[in-house]
């Protein structure tokens, strides 16, 4: 069995009314009671995307997958960079009007709501003005580069009384589903930790033909690398992590503390390379969670560490050890990235996988062909059709937000930072 | 499948290849939810509840891989079987030397393709035992790589590299680097040392063999691949790797060359241009390897 999208059906219709679903997840509630639209024009939910670079024209994508079955259309793209400007263009078959400039956008075109995938530094303004002009809002995580923007956002979500909802895409994935009604019913235990981590090789470099760093092209394409306008990997990977955190344990941290450093690519960026945080939680549970860019072994994870038990959000697993590696596809990638052509010694009978009894798991839910991105900008039109959202969707996006930022703080001053009480909404 | 998967497809940024990941792992998802007969409620595990007693209506798909396998067991002359399965489980139970006995024996009446009966007009399957049952295992990791080439072929993918438990393996275009893609053919008495190496530009290698690799380093017959013919398991560690443009044809035959005699494989490569087999035989503590090089041409 696997969670097709009937199965996945059943599962929100089943946990509706528990006090799982209301408490941790109400949104999944929109699953059961999707928004009424009629197939007129008049109907039609207008999108404008701002932002269409590697991950805003993913977003275009789901969309698009999105207008095969509701009354959807994608109306505008906006991109200030001119070949992703006209990559929208060709990916929208010409369809959806260009802009450069968001605000021309949203003057000009009829929209009811924007998505947004621009820089990190650029998602406060772009937010509140469509806000402000009456647009929803599904904006890409982190929300914004400083604690005052975060809020400012939020303000405006909560003075405007419109949707501003943040793309931490494990809010909608139906492994989290499952995972948070074992959780909640204590399937794993006390939950008495959390570790997560997010390790990868590579240089990060998004743009090479930027002339290196420092340059105006590449302050502007790998922004990513810029003080001024990311805090690197704990705002663009770290802030998906936090918010998982903060979600599971039902809580906000009470402090954070860690280190950060640039050990292996110091090729003129600002943000850390590595790093290290330690938060605690109400009921002494620390949170670990460290970023390396120079080393792949452990990739990415979100370990609950139970009395009873250990969940693997990422891999979907119950208890905690991996298949290994198979060592001739990692040879065989060596040789692709290292430009030869060798012979690997691959071929073989079947390899099967330990008895279960020695990989110590089983799958938390059944494995599933679901998107969880193309769940979530389903909710979004489906609550942009109802003119609201549940607040605790929002608050969750605002929250990962926030703590990203306090700690970045917390590694460039190397204390123990607080969340001050202006920012605890 | 029972195993795991990998996919490299060199080139693409992050956000494509998470998307087309995506794609193919919805794919890959949907055909083990119909294929598999460990999944109660799979297509296969319906059709082996219902075919025993009754007519048993198939979606067009699956017919259509039933008849794929039932025109291969004709192709090699009933070597290609997926009925064998009770027959596997008996063996995983009994030794050899208590031949014949009744269950033995009525099992080998009973299973085998001949029992499986198509409508074609009505698209319903009967089996005319009730003993026989359909495991697509032989099949259905080939049949996924077939459908994962369509789905990178659409999205016009042009390099990609696919494998199930690296037995399974479909190379997509030329390699990164330039040429074919290289795989080496393990050889299992000295791991990491390929016997031989298949050149593929836009193809397949399968493996098959009935033996693991004990602690030791030694070699151990499963006594899992039965001989459809004899209904024995085959008792020389034997392992066969083919490869083919078509990752099920790959598949299938590797399957049932693994206990066809030399000169009947001889008589089924002459009807596939391209298809190149190896046969290594462990049995002398050595690899023995056959290549079924073509005599005449």
């Known amino acids: 069995m696997y969670i097709d999208r009937r199965r996945f059906l059943e599962m929100t219709a089943a946990l509706a009314g528990s006090s799982v679903m209301t408490t941790a997840m109400p949104w999944f509630n929109i699953f059961n009671d999707p928004a009424p639209a009629g197939r007129n024009a008049s109907d039609r939910v207008r999108v404008g995307v701002i932002g269409v670079g590697s991950r805003g024209r993913g977003l275009v994508y789901n969309l698009q997958e999105l207008e095969k079955t509701m009354n959807l259309e994608i109306a505008a793209v906006c991109d200030t960079y001119e070949p992703h400007y006209q990559r929208a263009i060709e990916q929208t078959d010409g369809k959806a009007e260009a802009f450069f400039d968001y605000r021309e956008m949203i003057e000009k075109v009829e929209l009811d709501a924007v998505v947004i995938a621009s820089p990190l530094y650029e998602h406060a303004h772009q937010t509140i003005n469509c806000l402000k002009a009456g647009l929803h809002v599904f904006c890409e995580k982190s929300m914004a580069r400083t604690l005052e923007d975060v809020k400012a956002m939020y303000d405006a979500y909560k003075e405007t009384g419109n949707i501003l909802l943040i793309g931490h895409q494990r809010l909608f994935n139906p492994v989290y589903l499952d995972a948070m009604e074992r959780l909640h019913r204590g399937d794993i235990g006390p939950i008495t930790m959390l570790r997560a981590w997010w390790h990868r090789n590579t240089d990060w470099v998004f743009y090479s033909d930027t002339g290196g760093r420092g340059t105006p092209l590449d302050r502007q394409r790998n922004w990513r690398f810029y003080d001024e306008f990311s805090a690197g990997m704990i705002t663009e990977l770290g802030s998906h992590h936090f918010q998982v955190a903060n979600w599971v344990l039902g809580a906000l941290p009470e402090s954070v503390m860690g280190s950060g450093s640039i050990n292996f690519f110091n090729d003129g960026r600002e943000v850390y390379d590595n790093f ?97 991105t193309l769940l979530y900008l389903e909710g979004f039109i489906n609550f942009v059709r109802k003119g609201s959202a549940p607040e605790k969707l929002t608050n969750e996006g605002y929250n990962a937000s926030i703590w990203t930022l306090l700690a970045e703080q917390a590694a460039k001053t190397g204390e123990v930072v607080t969340c001050p009480s202006e920012y605890i909404i | 499948m ?94 050899l030397g208590e031949l014949p006995n009744s269950e033995w024996e009525d099992l080998r009446v009973t299973l085998g393709m001949k029992n499986i009966h198509m409508d074609e007009s009505a698209k319903t399957i009967r089996f005319s035992s009730p003993k026989l049952e359909i495991d697509l295992g032989g099949f259905g990791k080939g049949y996924a790589l077939e459908k994962i080439r369509e789905i990178l072929e659409n999205v016009k993918v042009k390099c990609a590299f696919i494998s199930f438990g690296e037995s399974s393996i479909l190379a997509m275009g030329d390699h990164p680097a330039g040429g074919a893609w290289k795989i080496g053919m ?46 024995m398991p085959v008792e020389q560690c034997i392992s066969v790797s083919v490869m083919a443009e078509s990752p099920v044809l790959a598949e299938m035959m590797s399957t049932a060359f693994l206990v066809m005699p030399d000169e009947k494989i001889y008589e089924v490569l002459d009807q596939y241009e391209g298809m190149e087999p190896i046969k290594i035989n462990y049995e002398s503590g050595e690899a023995r390897i056959n290549l079924f090089e073509k005599i005449n041409s």
């Open chain 2, 186 to 231: 393990n050889h299992y008495l000295n791991p990491g040392k390929p016997v031989h190496h298949f050149e593929i530009i836009g193809g397949s290698v399968s493996t098959s063999s009935n033996f693991f690799v004990d602690d030791d380093g030694s070699l151990k017959n499963h006594m899992h691949v039965i001989d459809p013919l004899t209904c």
């Open chain 2, 2 to 95: 029972g195993t795991r998967f990998n996919a490299i497809l060199p080139g693409l940024e992050d956000e494509e290849g998470d998307r087309v990941f995506m794609l193919i792992k919805r794919e890959v998802t949907r055909i083990e939810g119909k294929l598999s007969r460990f999944r109660p409620e799979s297509d296969v595990s319906e059709m082996n509840r219902i075919a025993k007693s009754n007519d048993c209506r198939l979606d067009d798909e699956l017919f259509d891989i039933i008849k794929a396998c039932i025109l291969c067991n004709d192709i090699t002359g009933g070597a290609f079987d997926v009925t064998l399965r009770p027959m596997m489980d008996y063996w995983k139970n009994n030794r």
């Open chain 1, 276 to 372: 290290a945080f330690v938060f605690k939680y109400p009921g002494d549970i620390h949170f670990t969670y460290d970023c390396i860019t120079s080393n792949k072994h452990n990739g990415m994870q979100v370990q609950v560490l139970g009395n009873d038990g250990t969940m693997e959000l990422e891999s979907n697993m119950q208890y905690e050890e991996f298949p290994e590696t198979p060592p001739a596809l990692e040879d065989l990638i060596k040789t692709i990235l290292g430009g030869d052509n060798e012979v690997i010694p691959i071929g073989g009978a079947t390899w099967i996988p330990d008895a279960p009894i020695r990989i110590g798991g089983k799958y938390i839910t059944p494995d599933y062909a679901l998107d969880d």
